[in-house]
């Protein structure tokens, strides 16, 4: 226990920062109409921020449950190589502990764990990365409670609060956005990708749109960095 613990403790700056990011997650949902227990039971079955998201951005244009559930599990593709970084820093990992361990990395678990574990003996490793784990898995459930009950409250308090909530999931993104727009490179990615999306939106292919953005935007702005990097040169 003394062990998993010290997971905990390591777990509080992750703690206050998914807090916000639950919050307006649970408002977000609520906003597209979903229920207070359908809100908290994706954060608490899914348990991954930027799929959880895009899961209710999806379903916000009517795309199926199917074919939103498909587009939110791509985008958790890159947990599997979080586990084969992790997975040589850890004693021999018993079958019954995978599953709890693959479900708890976030990219922000896995930013922790890999510059922590190698300070902790290899035999306390697993119960380490349980506690940090339970911890931000509490804050992401606790904030997506908090902003489901929040908005349950505005929404009782007056119906006309209900546009405002359905605009928090484009503009938490835009928030998001905008401080990583400095350099040329992520610009170049960013706009790309919005253009991408915009594209097979107006064709009626939006969830298909959204994984397009996310691999060709990137994609590009990596080719503008390297040719502006040969240039440099």
């Known amino acids: 226990m003394h062990v998993f613990k010290k997971g905990l403790s390591a777990s509080f700056p992750i703690f ?44 916000a244009t009517g795309t199926s449950a199917a074919v939103a559930s498909i587009a939110a599990l791509m985008l958790n593709l890159r947990h599997i190589l979080y586990g084969l970084l992790l997975a040589p820093l850890l004693k021999r990992v018993k079958f019954s502990t995978v599953a709890p361990l693959a479900f708890g990395l976030t990219d922000e678990v896995f930013a922790t764990a890999i510059s922590q574990l190698e300070k902790i003996p290899k035999e306390k490793r697993i119960l380490w990365l349980l506690g940090l784990e339970v911890g931000a898995y509490l804050s992401w459930v606790f904030g997506t409670l908090l902003g489901a009950i929040g908005s349950s409250i505005l929404l009782a308090i007056s119906p006309t609060f209900a546009p405002t909530l359905s605009f928090a999931l484009p503009a938490l993104f835009l928030v998001l956005l905008l401080p990583l727009l400095q350099g ?6 960013a706009l790309t990708g919005g253009f991408v999306a915009l594209i097979f939106h107006l064709a009626g292919l939006t969830a298909f749109g959204i994984l397009a953005a996310g691999v060709i935007g990137p994609l590009l702005g990596f080719a503008f960095r390297r040719r502006f990097a040969w240039n440099g040169m």
């Open 16 to 59: 206050l920062g998914y807090l916000p990011v639950a919050i307006a997650f649970g408002i977000s949902a609520r906003g597209i109409g979903l229920s207070v227990i359908d809100s908290i039971m994706i954060s608490a079955l899914i348990f991954a921020g930027a799929s959880q998201f895009a899961l209710v951005s999806l379903l």
């Open 184 to 189: 040329a490179t992520m610009f170049v990615a």
